[in-house]
């Protein structure tokens, strides 16, 4: 996956009018709502929508992955286990689970995910969608949807987008400058780092299947007389 700083001011041109002079705060602000993401992709329905019930804002992002969109998806239900973002920041100082952990995708709504949000909602191979388990002084509710749209054989789209509403007071609007470009510094990192973790095991898988056909099939794989 290619990596580029999220606050490069290329990042959001599309946002930005052909007139309008170059701000560099602007800037900050405009790439915290939509990272990586095309206007097409901002359009499609996401089922996080459906859990807030007076959304204030909304945020998209986005990344391509060079592996099937199913193989993305499992690790996407590793989430249930750990955060995979800055890991001593928001995983306790202990690294997220580098290797997918058996029964993860067994996924049902009600369970823990992200050690704050509890599943609402998902479609196998397709979307894991999250709420905020309860209420807190800076956010009213908030609630997340992981997209993964296949592209081909091997490559993918992982789209997220977050929607929030903020409490009516000054702890929500001073939520509502910060939290755009703090939740993409996070999320960046996340997506990186799934996605890297998923172009791994389809590189390992691809491996094994080449190194397979051309030692021929194994004395097991011969017919019997």
């Known amino acids: 996956m290619s990596r580029r700083w999220p606050f490069a001011p290329s ?19 405009a790439i915290g709502h939509v990272w990586g993401a095309t206007r097409d992709e901002r359009e499609l329905r996401f089922a996080c929508d459906r859990f807030v019930r007076r959304p204030d ?7 391509t992955v060079n592996a099937p969109a199913a193989q993305l998806f499992r690790w996407l239900c590793q989430l249930r286990v750990a955060p995979y973002s ?20 067994r996924l049902r709504t009600g369970q823990r995910i992200m050690t704050v949000f509890r599943l609402v909602a998902f479609e196998p ?14 956010i009213d509710e908030l609630a997340v949807t992981y997209l993964t ?3 081909a054989d091997a490559r993918c789209r992982l789209l997220v987008k977050v929607v929030v509403a903020y409490p009516r007071n000054p702890i929500g609007m001073t939520m509502r400058t910060l939290l755009p470009a703090g939740d993409l510094v996070m999320m960046r990192r996340q997506l990186f780092t799934l996605g890297n973790l998923a172009e ?10 080449r190194q397979r056909a051309e030692e021929g099939p194994s ?3 011969l017919p019997h007389r």
């Open 86 to 105: 800055y890991d001593w920041l928001d995983n306790f100082g202990q690294q997220s689970p580098q290797t997918l952990t058996a029964g993860l995708e």
């Open 11 to 29: 990042s959001c041109s599309e946002n930005r009018g052909p007139t309008r002079p170059w701000d560099p705060i602007w800037e900050t602000l």
């Open 149 to 151: 749209i296949p592209e």
């Open 219 to 221: 004395r097991t794989d």
């Open 125 to 138: 191979d397709r979307h894991i969608t999250a709420a905020l388990d309860f209420g807190r002084p800076a």
């Open 200 to 209: 791994r095991d389809a590189a390992g898988h691809a491996s094994t299947v």
């Open 57 to 63: 804002d909304a945020f998209y992002r986005a990344v």
